[in-house]
């Protein structure tokens, strides 16, 4: 699997692709080695540098740039939350997958969730810009439809209850972003709390 390649058919050509996805045989740490973990790491990169160097503008008071370090340390924090949820949300998949005719297989339900989030991640480098962030999100929409392409092949669930499939996979998604989100502020809080004490 040549990482860019499949990143770029997933995105530009997502019906074509899965059916070259579906029969290929893998394994988790190789996903995650191979594909996850270099992708999901596109965003915290470009947030982290376009915190630092631009900021972010704000009426009135003007721009901010996040300290350093606790920008580290937000990013890390959101890095790793990204690498948690895309195997929670193949558990999800997994597991929701025979209520809507689907077969279960875990290696399969992994292979949707990550190739799905690949426009998500790609979309990241715009955070370079944080101005360009809601950019990202409208990028991620794109990604519920790559990921309601990927429903039958992947899971065989009938063409005829892959929307409600992709429905209720896209709500348990939105409930583990909100989670992450809230991961990440706890994180940054108890950073800013040290970084407090050490003043």
């Keep these: 699997m040549n990482l860019i390649e499949r990143a770029k058919n997933i995105s530009l050509n997502p ?4 059916e070259v996805i579906a029969p290929e045989a893998t394994t988790t740490s190789e996903l995650y080695t191979r594909y996850i973990v270099p992708l999901a790491a596109i ?9 630092t160097a631009f900021g972010i503008s704000i009426p009135i008071f003007g721009t901010y740039r996040m300290p350093v370090m606790m920008n580290l340390s937000m990013q890390l924090t959101s890095y790793v939350v990204a690498l948690v949820s895309v195997f929670v949300l193949a ?3 997994d597991a929701l997958s025979p209520s809507f ?3 279960k297989g ?3 339900a992994l292979k949707l969730a990550a190739y799905a989030y690949t426009p998500a991640w790609i979309a990241g480098v715009l955070l370079l810009l944080p101005s360009l962030s809601s950019l990202v999100l409208l990028v991620s929409l794109y990604g519920f439809y790559v990921f309601y392409l990927g429903v039958s092949p992947m899971m065989q669930v009938p ?3 892959a929307i ?14 909100i989670v992450g989100s809230a991961v990440t502020g706890v994180f940054l809080g108890a950073g800013e ?7």
């Design 193 to 199: 709390g040290l970084l407090g004490g050490r003043l």
């Design 164 to 177: 409600g499939f992709t429905a209720a996979t896209i709500a348990c998604a939105i409930v583990l972003a």
């Design 43 to 51: 965003g915290p990169l470009a947030s982290f540098a376009g915190m």
């Design 15 to 18: 019906r074509t692709e899965w």
């Design 91 to 93: 558990l999800v998949i």
């Design 159 to 161: 063409k005829d209850r």
């Design 106 to 108: 875990q290696i399969q």
């Design 101 to 103: 005719g689907g077969q």
